[in-house]
């Protein structure tokens, strides 16, 4: 099995589907065909060539979501990232937007069924299983998210109550009433949840649910936002990570590490500057090609993921590449201050070690050639401790930030039920 084989076996089968996928893409794939001549592969041989080695297969361009995106306004709607014909597509999705116009997103039944089986491995590794009722907190848009999660939880016989269409209460109502057992939605939106739950006197702490698997954006691995969830719903939280345009690219293990899932995809850790190799355990751009969708795949993509990887087995048995701390920011959302390179991520690490803050928003400015935050929070009701002086020292003395932090009332600032924007920009005052 290769979620347990030595670390030489999972690169030797990595390299043959790397050499199906590219002998497939120059004969049949006009975007890749184009794009591989373009940069002087004139021929498959010599690109089937780049898949020799980690080495040669640097030597192939990288793919941006600018290129794609562009690809999809020059010849509408599909673009020519396609090996196949549009009658075989049976879905549509796309990306949420939240940095540019979005990126669509079409499946075959195959492609489908091979997401679809990705997140079975999930529910297989923290033993979900038919006798489990699952509860899906999403509302089913257009964005891929959690929808492959709802046909796992099917398909291995369990009762998967969808919650789109109700409020957070009627939802922490059902999850309640229905004796759910296991939780899928954002980070975010657990804390909602919570929150909900708290506002009107019901004791999730002790109901049925035992597994929580956050999915859609950074924060489950953070230690401060992870014992939070855990402690409000009496549950364990585990961190999946994927991605509308790549697929569902992990899994949490039951020691809740954050697992690559390798057979399906090839992940490259690379340095966002210069796209050279960072060595284990330096933070890196995730830089991914996908196996399972061949009639349009991603090769080389550039995901704007930041994480760093380590490849020593796992207390799980699994020598699966780690995501430790999972996924830690983007790169177009890190700013830089006095040389420290600075995620949202790290920020909520600070903000939610503090009980008494239940939610809260950063705006990130300049000030006379510094970077500076203004932060808005809101507190538990009665809380007595200086939390706003703090929340200030706890910034200088571990990120070197200046802050400006402003308590405000309760149910003031926006909740999120999909991807949260905490952290904005700001021009200098």
Same mark, same amino acid.
């Given at each position: 099995m290769i979620d347990t084989a030595p670390r030489d076996a999972i690169a030797s089968w990595?390299?043959?589907?790397?050499?199906?996928?590219?002998?497939?893409?120059?004969?049949?794939?006009?975007?890749?065909?184009?794009?591989?001549?373009?940069?002087?592969?004139?021929s498959v041989e010599a690109v089937l060539d780049a898949a020799r080695s980690a080495e040669s297969f640097r030597d192939l361009p990288v793919t941006t979501k600018a290129e794609f995106l562009a690809d999809q306004a020059a010849h509408p709607p599909y673009g020519t990232n396609l090996a196949t014909t549009p009658e075989h597509f049976v879905r549509q999705h796309q990306t949420s937007g939240t940095t540019g116009t979005p990126l669509k997103v079409w499946e075959t039944r195959e492609s489908w069924d091979w997401m679809t089986e990705l997140w079975l491995r999930q529910f297989h590794a923290l033993n979900i299983t038919s006798r489990d009722t699952?509860?899906?907190?999403?509302?089913? %848009?257009? %964005?891929?998210?959690?929808?492959?999660?709802?046909?796992?939880?099917?398909?291995?016989?369990?009762?998967?109550?969808?919650g789109g269409g109700l409020s957070s209460l009627q939802r922490v109502e059902s999850i309640v009433k229905n004796q759910a057992t296991v939780l899928i939605s954002t980070p975010s939106y657990a804390l909602r949840l919570a929150e909900t739950a708290d506002a009107n006197a019901i004791d999730i702490a002790h109901c049925a649910v035992r597994a929580i698997v956050t999915?859609?954006?950074?924060?489950?691995?953070?230690?401060?936002?992870?014992?939070?969830?855990?402690?409000?719903?009496?549950?364990?939280?585990?961190?999946?990570?994927g991605a509308t345009e790549v697929g569902h690219t992990g899994l949490a293990c039951s020691h809740q590490s954050v697992h690559v899932a390798e057979r399906e995809f090839y992940v490259e850790m690379l340095s966002p500057a210069t796209l050279?190799?960072?060595?284990?355990?330096?933070t890196g751009e995730i830089v991914i090609t996908n196996f399972g969708r061949p009639f349009a795949p991603v090769i080389r993509y550039r995901t704007g993921d930041i994480a760093?990887?380590?490849?020593d087995p796992c207390e799980c048995g699994r020598t699966l590449m780690r995501l430790d701390g999972g996924i830690l920011g983007r790169s177009d959302d890190m700013f830089v201050v006095r040389g420290v390179n600075v995620f949202p991520s790290a920020i909520e690490?600070?903000?939610?070690?503090?009980?008494?803050?239940?939610?809260?928003?950063?705006?990130?400015?300049?000030?006379?050639?510094?970077?500076?935050?203004?932060?808005?929070?809101?507190i538990k009701p009665g809380s007595a401790e200086p939390v706003a002086g703090q929340l200030q020292d706890a910034?200088?003395?571990?990120?070197?930030?200046?802050?400006?932090?402003?308590?405000?009332?309760?149910?003031?600032?926006?909740?999120?039920e999909g991807k949260a924007r905490r952290v904005t920009r700001a021009v200098s005052p």
């Open positions: 990595q390299r043959e589907r790397l050499r199906d996928l590219l002998e497939h893409s120059y004969a049949d794939n006009p975007f890749y065909r184009a794009k591989y001549v373009a940069a002087g592969f004139k699952v509860f899906m907190a999403f509302n089913f %848009g257009m %964005g891929l998210g959690l929808w492959n999660a709802l046909d796992a939880g099917m398909k291995i016989g369990a009762l998967t109550i969808t999915a859609g954006e950074p924060g489950a691995s953070i230690p401060g936002t992870r014992s939070r969830i855990e402690e409000a719903w009496g549950a364990r939280l585990y961190d999946s990570p050279e190799p960072v060595a284990a355990g330096e760093k990887a380590a490849y690490a600070i903000i939610r070690e503090s009980p008494e803050i239940t939610e809260y928003t950063v705006e990130v400015f300049e000030d006379r050639g510094m970077f500076a935050l203004r932060i808005q929070i809101e910034f200088h003395r571990r990120l070197f930030l200046k802050t400006d932090v402003e308590i405000v009332p309760p149910n003031t600032l926006p909740r999120f």
